[in-house]
């Protein structure tokens, strides 16, 4: 089965600053993956997802991520961080022939002034 | 709303009581979803509905979960005997059908067992 590990609990980063959020994966073939935001009190909403092809992809509110698949890794990157992108992000891992997606524990971005 | 639906939003209870959860899926989506998130320990699947097929219900925790939907739409989630570790947050999404296409959540249910 497959499984998703968010080595970061809690990032803290300054407004206008760069932001990454790590994504582990274990899956013995091409998985499907997501970035998930939940921002306070509210559901999850998705950023983007990787499913073939182009190993970089773009998502909503200026996010992107990279599948590296020699890693394992599915990390979302921002260059640069707004007040309201403070909220918790998940990543999770779905496979081709499994509805259940499996997430990870979450990360939690706190940003400063 | 064009969103799914979830109520109650809060709910505290007493331990030994029964609750129920319930969530409207957006309209047309065939699949549902139970989640349920703990503090710290990411989004526990919970079970599955697809259209008319038998709803895998291999992540509820114990006999006293269940869950079901009826006429394909609204869900109702029943915790039986309520403990303290059933305290949570119960997201329920949706979909047009599975894994590629993404899913919608609910803002979910807090759950308090007292």
């Known amino acids: ?113 | 709303g064009a969103g799914v639906s979830q109520s109650p939003s809060n709910k505290v209870t007493e331990k030994g009581k029964d609750v129920e959860l319930r969530c409207d899926p957006i309209s047309g989506h065939t699949a549902l979803y139970w989640y349920r998130q703990s503090l710290g320990q990411g989004l526990e699947f919970l079970i599955y509905f697809q259209g008319n097929s038998a709803p895998d219900k291999s992540g509820l925790p114990s006999d006293r979960f269940s869950a079901e939907r009826t006429g394909g739409s609204v869900s109702t989630l029943t915790i039986q005997r309520t403990q303290q570790e059933d305290s949570a947050v119960y997201l329920c999404a949706s979909s047009l059908r599975q894994v590629l296409s993404p899913l919608h959540f609910g803002n979910g249910t807090r759950l308090t067992v007292t």
């Open chain 1, 1 to 113: 089965a497959q499984s998703v590990t968010q080595p970061d609990i809690h990032i803290t980063v300054s407004e206008g600053a760069s932001l990454e959020l790590r994504c582990n994966y274990s899956y013995g073939a091409t998985p499907y993956l997501f970035w998930y935001v939940q921002s306070p009190g509210q559901g999850l909403q998705l950023l983007l997802k990787y499913f073939s092809g182009d190993t970089l992809v773009q998502g909503i509110k200026g996010f992107e991520a990279e599948f590296k698949r020699s890693q394992s890794s599915f990390n979302l990157r921002k260059p640069s961080v707004h007040w309201s992108d403070a909220a918790e992000y998940f990543c999770a891992v779905g496979a081709g022939n499994d509805y259940k997606l499996s997430f990870g524990a979450g990360t939690t971005v706190t940003v400063r002034a």
